[in-house]
């Protein structure tokens, strides 16, 4: 098809043809460039949405988690009310098994069998023992139970002589690698290590905390971590994060990975992982200039306290000292004379546990953020800890000749941010940690006098880069589902406060009511006026049909019978329900008594105070003994509650028909 | 000749721009001042209700995308992200008419940073007055088919890359690959720009 163009018209040589050619072109490009930037500032506000949609409710769980913290707390100080046929359930909870086991309690008794094709470490370990774990692990082998305890056991001798704080030494031929948050992620390890070297005497790491739980690879990453760390004590440094905290695994997926890679023995991994954690060192100083820690600060951190503190009595951000003060000596006789006849070992005959200052002062280090505005204030995203503002950031330095804090704790979408004037860097290490193409990592080369580096990375599955568009959907579609299913969560909740602002009983809310409702009920701090076209639809007047956001997700009914209502809170519930099962099920075998099941959920409620009908409860047990003998898979029972996508179940027949 | 240079800021008249391209009569032309393409900039914007409502939605909306972008949670954002916030509210300046903007919401010192409160005034006003109105689908088809005198339904990878590059406002190199990656097709090293423009429309609907 030939259309003549004004060139072959013979116009082509008059320059005001040109001159109006070319002004049309200029025209037409301007328009592509505007229209283009504003798709991709659309594109790239999206994608930021998405992750403060997924920061919002990762730290609403913490709170949660910590929620529940108060929950131990209420029950040891209440277990006097607990009647008598309960006291085995208090023990299982509170009764500590620490004890100083020896390394044949640990090791005795465990074969290696010759079909095991593994690797296999030598001790004491050297570095050809790294490269072999390496090269093992990235063919996806196991490590046998055996070594694992080994290498927890020699670490935690290792650790114990260590203080709370390494002092470490940089010179300009001597750099050292800071790195952040891992979460099972090893692909993100392997590709650090392959940019930026092994450790070693002469290429030295601090390993800035959380390096378990979320990613499917926790335990890989630690072996690599401790073995490393015995070859090279003085030059792989290791801080504890918030996640190094057994608690926190129950409920953030390490111990479900332990306890699926390592089905004969990983009880006695757990028991010993629980004390390695507690001998891990608080944070990392370098050069006496730069404290290295995993959380942040608070206006009343004391670095000398710190320094003399019995770090191992800190079991878990869950189990906060029990009060002792002096008008409360009446509760305390009462709880200690009650405790010995009981028989329960708490959590410390009370010389075993921290002060409530010392106490607190972990956790402000462990959980804190920074934030822009000056203070501290209670963190009240996470539940623990605090935010500090840039004022408080310099006092604290100045007060210990410090001159830059790197901490980590919390994602970026750069791998690193820094803020409060250059005075403090935050390090996350974990590319992609929401969802593919969420965020990339970032690891730190500093040395002593010079300004620190930055070296950024992102894994990708696909061999090709996917473009922007396509990533950019494939995360906001992961996080509205995330947002349905929480507001699935609170449905009764949220339809009381609808119908509260509704006066008419029309089903339809303003936007500036229905922002507002949602706010109150799920408290997350979200942008709801922008993500409203998400999640509801809305009529040509502008209004909102409440009800339409709760169209396409349901919750699946394990029995047809039972109330919606119950339903809900179970599912609402099912992390909080999950830890303190795992806390009874000492012996981590799945399965509690329907009476040990009662028991939980009676005290769960009247704490929660949450109202449903003890009867209804009851029913739904019953039902739910499978194989009726008085016993409940618990993991079968709250796999039962899972969310149902309406599309989810189209694209499958979708798939049927095809 | 003279180079034909967009002058940056007062010169760029949306309606001038839109008829210098080969349109149908007038008549046929939609207006640019009220429909949109997308639903992400209509919906729930402008209500039926009263002006103060309005105003305070406007405000709610305008602080929200703020919000987003202010990673120390003081009230302040980064001044290179200025413009995507200010997109991200569906209006589509140029990037004159944006430099314009920011001068008028930065501080007598330019210290790098934007403060609300300097900001919710002047974009309130935007808004309200529906300025930078976005660009409707058929105006952009045009536009491409400008640029594709022969009409053959497409532009060659580096006829995209010199018009993007070279002419009005040009792209940054960052941005010419961002849109290439998504919008050639890898086979023919080519721009099908009505099906590009049909999977963006998609995509944002």
């Known amino acids: 098809m030939n259309t003549p163009n004004l060139e072959d018209m013979g116009c082509g040589t008059s320059s005001a043809t040109k001159d109006k ?63 008598e046929k309960e006291p085995g359930l208090v023990t299982r909870l509170f009764g500590s098994s620490i004890q100083d086991k020896d390394r044949q309690d640990y090791l005795g008794l465990i074969e290696i069998p010759d079909s095991y094709c593994g690797p296999r470490l030598q001790f004491p370990l050297t570095f050809t023992d790294i490269d072999l774990l390496i090269e093992a692990f990235k063919q996806q082998q196991i490590l046998h139970a055996y070594y694992v305890l080994e290498v927890l056991f020699e670490t935690k001798k290792v650790l114990q002589q260590m203080p709370n704080f390494t002092h470490t030494n940089t010179s300009p031929s001597k750099e050292i690698t800071i790195c952040g948050d891992l979460h099972g992620k090893l692909d993100d390890l392997f590709l650090i290590f392959y940019k930026n070297g092994l450790p070693s005497v002469t290429n ?64 006695k991994i757990l028991q010993i992982l629980e004390e390695v954690y507690t001998w891990l060192p608080i944070g990392t100083i370098i050069d006496n200039e730069v404290l290295v820690i995993h959380g942040g600060i608070s206006e009343s951190t004391d670095l000398n306290l710190l320094h003399r503190i019995e770090r191992n009595k800190m079991r878990s951000v869950l189990m906060p000292p029990i009060p002792m003060d002096g008008d409360r000596a009446e509760k305390k006789n009462k709880l200690g004379t009650a405790t010995v006849a009981l028989g329960i ?140 299913e929480r507001m699935i969560s609170r449905k009764t909740d949220l339809i009381r406060a609808f119908q509260l602002q509704d006066r008419n009983k029309s089903g339809k809310l303003s936007m500036g009511q229905w922002a507002f409702s949602m706010e109150n009920v799920l408290g997350l701090n979200l942008p709801w006026r922008s993500l409203s076209s998400h999640l509801v639809t809305t009529d040509k007047d502008g209004n909102i049909d409440y009800m339409s956001g709760f169209q396409d997700v349901h919750i699946q ?47 769960f409620k009247s704490h929660y105070s949450v109202h449903i009908d003890d009867s209804q409860f009851d029913e739904l047990a019953e039902r739910m003994d499978l194989n009726k003998d008085g016993s409940i898979d618990f993991n079968e029972f709250l796999k039962a509650f899972y969310v149902v996508h309406k599309f989810d179940q189209l694209n499958k027949s979708d798939t049927k028909l095809a | 000749t003279v180079a034909h240079q967009v002058p940056l800021s007062k010169g760029f008249s949306r309606q001038e721009y839109w008829s210098g391209l080969p349109f149908p009569s007038p008549g046929d032309l939609p207006n640019p001042g009220t429909e949109s393409t997308s639903p992400a900039l209509a919906g729930g914007f402008f209500t039926t209700e009263p002006p103060e409502v309005a105003v305070a939605e406007f ?67 935007v808004l309200l007055e529906r300025r930078y109105r976005p660009i409707p689908e058929d105006i952009l088809l045009r536009a491409f088919e400008v640029l594709d005198p022969a009409k053959r339904g497409f532009l060659s990878k580096d006829e995209l890359i010199k018009y993007m590059t070279e002419e009005g406002e040009p792209f940054s190199q960052e941005e010419m690959e961002e849109m290439l990656s998504a919008a050639i097709d890898p086979e023919s090293n080519s721009i099908h720009y009505k099906d590009y423009i049909t999977m963006m429309v998609i995509d944002e609907n």
């Open chain 2, 59 to 125: 405000h709610k909306k305008i602080k929200e995308a703020f919000e987003v972008f202010d990673h120390e949670s003081n009230n302040t954002v980064d001044v290179r992200e200025v413009g995507t916030i200010i997109r991200s509210l569906g209006c589509c300046p140029s990037e004159g008419e944006l430099h314009d903007l920011i001068a008028e919401v930065e501080e007598e010192e330019p210290t790098g940073y934007i403060r609300f409160e300097k900001f919710l005034p002047v974009m309130t006003e």
């Open chain 1, 345 to 484: 070992r708490t959590s410390g005959s009370f010389s075993e546990q921290l002060t409530k200052q010392e106490w607190e002062q972990v956790i402000d280090i462990l959980w804190s953020d920074p934030r822009g505005k000056r203070g501290c204030y209670p963190n009240t995203n996470r539940g623990g800890g605090c935010y500090f503002g840039p004022d408080i950031t310099s006092k604290i330095l100045n007060k210990y000749q410090l001159k830059m804090l790197v901490r980590s704790h919390e994602c970026k979408p750069e791998g690193y941010e820094i803020c409060h004037d250059g005075k403090v860097i935050t390090v996350f290490s974990a590319s992609n940690y929401y969802e593919e193409g969420s965020n990339r990592g970032a690891y730190i080369r500093m040395s002593s006098g010079t300004t620190p580096r930055f070296f950024q990375y992102q894994i990708t599955k696909a061999t090709c880069f996917r473009p922007l568009y396509q990533r950019v959907n494939a995360i906001e579609s992961s996080a509205i589902r995330m947002l349905k």
């Open chain 1, 557 to 603: 009914k394990p029995v047809k019978e039972v109330q919606s209502s119950l339903i809900e809170t179970v599912y609402r519930y099912r992390s909080d329900l999950q830890i303190i099962f795992n806390i009874i099920d000492s012996d981590h075998s799945g399965l509690i008594s329907m009476e040990e099941f009662r028991s939980m959920w009676r005290l």
């Open chain 1, 204 to 267: 030295p790491y601090v390993f800035n905390g959380d390096f378990v739980d979320r990613g499917k690879n926790s335990m890989e990453i630690l072996m690599i971590l401790f073995v490393s760390f015995l070859v090279y004590p003085n030059d792989l440094h290791l801080n504890r994060g918030n996640h190094e905290d057994f608690m926190m695994n129950m409920r953030y997926g390490f111990t479900k990975e332990i306890l699926h890679k390592y089905k004969l023995h990983g009880k």
């Open chain 1, 21 to 83: 050619k070319s002004e049309k072109a200029l025209k037409a490009a301007l328009v592509i460039q505007n229209w283009y930037r504003g798709y991709s500032a659309r594109l790239k506000t999206r994608q930021r949405y998405a992750l403060t949609i997924f920061q919002s409710i990762e730290y609403a769980d913490e709170q949660g988690q910590l929620q529940l913290s108060n929950f131990f707390s209420f029950m040891l100080e209440n277990y006097t009310n607990v009647p």
